[in-house]
């Protein structure tokens, strides 16, 4: 009955924009840190980007640094990642996460106890 719910993706050009939102439902999640991972075509799954409960400092993979932003609505139960100047190295399916372990890395699973369903993010060249 907790779930989170990713809607946004599809296909996009390279140096096109692409929105990602995931819903929350079953609880409230403004105490969570919210976080995005993805998997790419025979790769493992890894970080993408991650907000704290406050709003306030984010964290980034390196590879998507200035090209994407997370952001949250506590009051609407959603994240959001926005994702530009997209490549075809972004290829992937993305996850939105949630978690309550303040002692967690915001970088790691291991924060994370509830994952999204994913959603399939393809850039063209």
């Known amino acids: 009955q907790v779930q989170l719910v990713e809607s946004g993706g599809g296909l996009v050009q390279a140096g096109g924009s692409l929105r990602l939102s995931c819903a929350a439902a079953g609880r409230a999640f403004s105490s969570d840190t919210m976080g995005w991972f993805r998997q790419g075509p025979g790769k493992e799954r890894e970080f993408v980007a991650a907000?704290?409960?406050?709003?306030?400092?984010?964290y980034y993979a390196d590879s998507v640094k200035g090209r994407f932003t997370v952001s949250r609505d506590n009051a609407k139960n959603t994240v959001y990642l926005q994702m530009n100047s997209l490549k075809p190295e972004d290829t992937a399916v993305y996850f939105c996460?949630?978690?309550?372990?303040?002692?967690?890395?915001?970088?790691?699973?291991?924060?994370?106890?509830?994952w999204g369903q994913g959603a399939q993010v393809t850039v063209s060249s």
């Open positions: 907000i704290p409960s406050s709003g306030g400092t984010t």
């Open positions: 996460a949630a978690g309550l372990c303040i002692s967690c890395l915001p970088r790691g699973t291991n924060a994370y106890a509830y």
